[in-house]
């Protein structure tokens, strides 16, 4: 039972536009939520993050939109350039027996086109 | 300068064996994970570890056995390794149990 899903295995978007990634869960319990890029070969790396009590957060060309009601969350890049080109994971994370659990989504390769 | 680094990079084997998997971590955090990716990319969490103490175990086989010998390593045993034990593992550490993890570049083990 997959709690945190990214229906999208793909996106591909031209250089200079917006990226749109979308994550939505399962899980009520769920209290923070986190952005990951992973390249070939490389472990994942974090970019961006969110608690459940905010619905945006905006870091330089990245910003984490949350809908508590609707258990979704995405990713907003803009603009998009060839070096986002990446796997992006959806992250959820609940406390769990004392410790920070995090639960992945199985990614979305973004392409950017030049 | 690597933060969090694991070895072997890539590891092949035959089914049967006992095979390890070593990380470390130089950034003087207190907590330590393991991941698995599995062939349809999930990644799973198998065990926490803060302070050398063993704080998350999930559903995970007992031929897995994490050892913390000090805060800054956490390796991986697996004992008897079967062809479902494939995939990619990935180390990670976090300042505190609360905090966003850094993750290591991951193994990919090969059972043959």
């Known amino acids: 039972d997959q709690q945190v899903k990214q229906n999208s295995p793909s996106l591909s978007v031209q250089e200079g536009r917006i990226s749109i990634l979308n994550c939505d869960y399962t899980n009520s319990m769920f209290d923070y939520f986190l952005w990951y890029k992973k390249y070939p070969a490389e472990g994942p790396t974090f970019l961006i993050s969110i608690s459940s009590i905010k619905d945006k957060n905006e870091d330089g060309r990245f910003t984490v939109f949350l809908n508590k009601s609707a258990k979704h969350l995405s990713l907003h890049i803009v603009p998009s350039q060839p070096g986002d080109s990446a796997v992006y994971f959806c992250a959820a994370s609940a406390m769990v027996q004392g410790a920070q659990k995090l639960v992945f989504g199985q990614g979305t390769r973004l392409t950017i086109n030049p | 300068d690597t933060a969090v680094s694991q070895t072997p990079k890539y590891l092949v084997t035959q089914m049967g064996n006992d095979k390890s998997i070593k990380c470390e971590q130089n950034?003087?955090?207190?907590?330590m994970y393991w991941y698995k990716q599995d062939s349809k990319k999930f990644l799973k969490i198998m065990f926490s570890?803060?302070?050398?103490?063993?704080?998350i175990n999930e559903t995970v086989p007992n031929r897995f056995s994490p050892k913390s010998p000090d805060k800054a390593h956490l390796n991986l045993h697996i004992n008897s390794l079967e062809l479902g034990d494939s995939a990619v593992y990935f180390c990670?550490?976090?300042?505190?149990?609360?905090?966003?993890?850094?993750f290591g570049p991951g193994t990919r083990l090969t059972v043959t």
């Open positions: 570890y803060n302070n050398k103490e063993l704080i």
């Open positions: 990670a550490s976090s300042s505190t149990i609360a905090d966003e993890q850094y």
């Open positions: 950034l003087g955090h207190d907590t």
